[in-house]
């Protein structure tokens, strides 16, 4: 049933607005996907460090935000796979994030997070992009079966 779920969930919530974003930039769901988990470690980096963390933290944290980066722009088509059990993980993350927003008023930089990696994850999920619609031709002022003017 979970896993019903969560194909329902992708399919419905997740994948459209990853298409279309492919679609518009030319991109591939595995350069997506990586560019997003490099979004995500630049957030977890810019609201993770304080002055009490120390720096062995710090070390650890801009490591990640330079792996990502680099995994992004050396392989950003590598095709990528997806743990339905990571999705969950990431899940419960946003979905405990976002019962506290009607009582606090605020979005915790984490429940951020979960959905910048949650987009990320089921960007992997997704096998082809299909190509984009054409649109009506453009209207360019003359009719197809008058006479020229000169």
């Not at 506290?100 to 992009?129: C, N, Q, S």
Request: charged share 15%.
């Amino acid at each position: 049933m979970l896993s019903r779920l969560d194909v329902w969930l992708g399919t419905t919530l997740f994948h459209p607005p990853i298409i279309l974003v492919c679609q518009l930039t030319r991109q591939s769901q595995y350069a997506l996907y990586r560019a997003l988990w490099f979004f995500a470690a630049c957030h977890a980096t810019y609201y993770g460090l304080t002055a009490e963390k120390g720096l062995v933290f710090s070390v650890f944290m801009w490591g990640w935000v330079v792996a990502t980066l680099v995994n992004a722009t050396l392989y950003p088509d590598r095709p990528a796979r997806s743990s339905g059990f990571f999705r969950g993980i990431f899940w419960i993350f946003f979905l405990s994030g976002a019962a506290f927003v009607p009582l606090t008023g605020t979005v915790t930089d984490g429940t951020v997070r979960a959905l910048i990696v949650l987009f990320a994850e089921y960007a992997a999920t997704i096998k082809t992009i299909p190509p984009r619609r054409k649109t009506l031709g453009s209207f360019s002022g003359k009719r197809k079966n008058s006479p020229s003017v000169r």
